[in-house]
């Protein structure tokens, strides 16, 4: 049975204009989240050389950002079930904004640390409440594609992020850099006069008064180890490679700038298999999609590792090199596959804490990286990764396939029957 007012009424695969500006909303802050990561990994060299900190100190640096990437994750999840998916979102671009900005006024390491970490408690929560709205509020049939095309956004957030970090801020400076990023609170309003609620989340919002009980319950952390299994596995491997890739490439005699060009050739080649993802997602379904992604990354991974002594200053080694960033895309599934796993009640905490907890996780990769790169150089962190990569299309099939899943039945197969909620239940 349909239901009027589920993201699966198949009426029309078109977008309302409501319906859009919450993907646009969602997607504009994804942009903006990845952009300030990744925008991190090349302000870390101007402000070692200020602050004189040692590659451990770097690596420390990487992993509070991902540590507070979890704990605003599941923060932001929890808080999103309770009060709604739009008003969080707007809390989290907020948070993110301001605390970026405020990087620049930093005097020391500790203070870059602690804004650092309450800059990311944003980023946390803005990807996972997003995406649950976004899967709220699209038909069901397209619910793949809008879902693959949001994750997308981290690489225009890539492509900034490395144009801006290798390009502009050796010009005005790191800290004018981080002032500048402080840009995205401009989104936030955006968000907040033009994004709907999810009127999914509306119709169970007395609901989430118990949702304790429901997280606690097998029917929630079954599905979470599931999703949280797959996203360590892809957020592992991701940054595992990536993060020291910058460095990597200034010591091997690139400027700046050229190193910036690799991530941008990284950004496209993933914005390709993002693409790619979203469209297969619908067509081939959730499982298909991920395991083609993630087996691309570990062949791009695993010719790299074989061929990296004679292709590095060769143009021929950006073939393995788009096939590895091509696949590592995982991701672009999880939007879709991990909103598929949850009823309304727990959807925003399943998904955002599957996600952000993998990557506060993954915060043990750069540390790994430091003590490896300078006596085993990058080589064997790109084996590492490859293998990883080669796990996750593996463990893509532990999934039900749920393409074109209508939420209202997950809600029924892991709640049993809706009750009817309150007459006046109304969204301010």
Known sequence: MKHPTAAGDSASHRLTKPQFNAWLGAFLGWIFDYYEVFLLSFLAVPISREFGLSPGDTAYMFSTQLLFLAAGGVLFGYLADRFGRQRVLVWTIVIYSVF???????????????????????????????????????????????????????????????????????????????????????????VRVSTPE??????????????????????????????????????????????????????????????????????????????????????????VTLTYLAGSAALGGLILFFSWPYLLTSPLILIPFFILYFGSNGATVFGALFSEQFPTETRSTGVSAALQIARGLSSIPPIIAAVIFPEYGYAPIVLAGAILFGLLAVWSFVFKETRGKDLHEVDTETLGPPVLALADDVIE
Do not use: M
């Open 100 to 190: 970026t900005f405020a990087r620049a006024l930093s005097t020391n390491y500790q203070t870059l640390l602690i804004l650092t970490a309450l800059a990311a408690l944003g980023i946390g929560g803005e990807y996972g409440v997003g995406q649950t709205l976004v899967s709220e509020v699209v038909p069901a049939e397209r619910r793949g594609w809008w879902s693959g095309l949001l994750y997308s956004g981290i690489y225009f957030g890539i492509a900034l992020g490395a144009i801006v970090g290798g390009n502009v801020a050796p010009l005005i400076g790191w800290r004018w850099t981080f002032a500048l990023s402080g840009i995205p609170v401009l989104v936030a309003i955006y």
């Open 198 to 287: 999810s009127e999914l989340w509306a119709s169970k919002r007395h609901a989430v008064k118990t949702n304790w009980s429901l997280i606690l319950n097998r029917a929630f952390l079954g599905p979470f180890v599931l999703c949280l299994v797959a996203a360590v596995l892809q957020f592992f491997a991701y940054y595992g490679i990536t993060t020291f890739l910058p460095t990597f490439l200034v010591q091997q005699g690139f400027s700046l700038g050229t190193a910036s060009w690799w991530l941008f050739f990284s950004a496209v080649a993933g914005l390709v298999g993002s693409i790619a993802g979203a469209y297969t997602n619908d067509q081939w379904g959730r499982r």
